[in-house]
């Protein structure tokens, strides 16, 4: 079953039972080595599932849960391979979305459930996304579009201080200004989670991502019509908006906004026939770190070949 969280679609299955969390894997086409998140209603979900729980963890959930925050603690041993991809941890979160939760506390079990794509597809953020991406899943719940639109914040509880293991919208700053040591300041170095290994977030068009806006008009010159699609936050699109190439354009109005509707616009730019999307990074603050590590995980640098 599919579900909404607030940060994207996800599809769940019983932590607890091998081969609901196999048939998950399954229908994702999922590499067998990249855990599960397993979601819970409250706290005392999480100290079920971990053989411990660091003080960190406990001050961490009071914070931030429920909430785009996945915590990894050491898993209790009673907990299936499948769910954990055979590591001695396991990754938790309680989500905030009153449909998830009223599901987690109707199961009455920790629920596994990656987001509901295809691997290596961008997540779905809204119950249309999930049902085009995975159509033999048969129940999929519509709580609307996610609120956040990115996965949650992935930290490893397991030694102080914390690392990020990939960044979302709880960011490093945030963890920090809640007094929680964070190692490294959430660079890109510390990004270790094994689902970091795998080909991500790509839509069927090819993605560039460029760090200022000047590459994109010369970019432009030999695209064939109405084959690009433009991603930018916070800048003025007019010199785009009608170029030739261009089929569409979505340009936030800010950071939270640009995270939101970023898969649901690789959506809408695949239907639309889009070859490529060029996107604009942000700044790496706050979310943009999480915006740019997905816009750089689902594509490649925009490279403008010299004027001759
Ligand atoms: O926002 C989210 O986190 C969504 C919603 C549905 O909750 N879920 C999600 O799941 O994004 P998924 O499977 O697409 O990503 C889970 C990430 C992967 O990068 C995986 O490698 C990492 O969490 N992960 C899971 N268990 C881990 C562990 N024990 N240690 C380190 N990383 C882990
Ligand atoms: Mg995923």
């Given at each position: 079953m599919a579900f909404p969280t607030e940060t994207v679609y996800g599809l769940g299955a019983?932590?607890?039972?091998?081969d609901a969390v196999a048939r998950v894997f399954a229908a994702k086409g999922r590499p067998a080595d990249n855990p599960l998140i397993v979601h819970v209603a409250?706290?005392?979900?999480?100290?079920?599932?971990?053989?411990?729980?660091?003080p960190l963890a406990l001050d961490l959930a009071a914070r931030f849960w429920p909430g785009p925050l996945t915590l990894v603690c050491e898993a209790a041993p009673?907990?299936?391979?499948?769910?954990?991809?055979?590591?001695?941890?396991?990754?938790?979160?309680?989500?905030?979305?009153?449909?998830?939760?009223?599901?987690l506390r109707a199961a009455d079990v920790p629920v596994a459930a990656p987001s509901a794509n295809r691997s290596g597809r961008p997540s779905p953020t809204t119950a249309a996304m999930a049902h085009k991406d995975l159509p033999e899943v048969e129940v999929v719940l519509d709580g609307g579009p996610c609120a956040v639109g990115l996965e949650s914040t992935v930290v490893d509880c397991t030694s102080t201080p914390v690392h990020i293991l990939r960044p979302g919208a709880v960011t490093a700053e945030m963890l920090q200004s809640a007094g929680i040591p964070v190692a490294g300041e959430g660079s890109a170095s510390d990004y270790r989670s094994p689902g970091t290994r795998h080909a991500h977030y790509r839509p069927r068009a090819r993605v560039f991502w460029v760090e200022s806006t000047e590459n994109i008009l010369p970019a432009l010159k030999a695209a064939p019509p109405q084959s690009v699609g433009l991603l930018t936050c916070g800048n003025p699109p007019a010199p785009w908006r009608d170029h030739p190439a261009v089929a569409r354009v979505d340009a936030a109005p800010n950071l939270q906004a640009y995270a939101r509707?970023?898969?649901?616009?690789?959506?809408?730019?695949?239907?639309?026939?889009?070859?490529?999307?060029i996107a604009v990074l942000p700044p790496a603050e706050g979310l943009g770190v999480a915006l740019r590590d997905r816009l750089q995980r689902a594509g490649e640098p925009l490279v403008v070949p010299e004027p001759s």
């Open positions: 019983c932590a607890l039972d091998p409250d706290v005392a979900g999480l100290e079920r599932l971990v053989a411990r729980v660091p009673s907990l299936p391979r499948q769910t954990t991809g055979g590591l001695a941890t396991v990754a938790v979160r309680v989500p905030a979305h009153p449909v998830a939760l009223a599901l509707s970023l898969y649901r616009a690789f959506a809408d730019m695949d239907a639309a026939g889009c070859e490529r999307i």
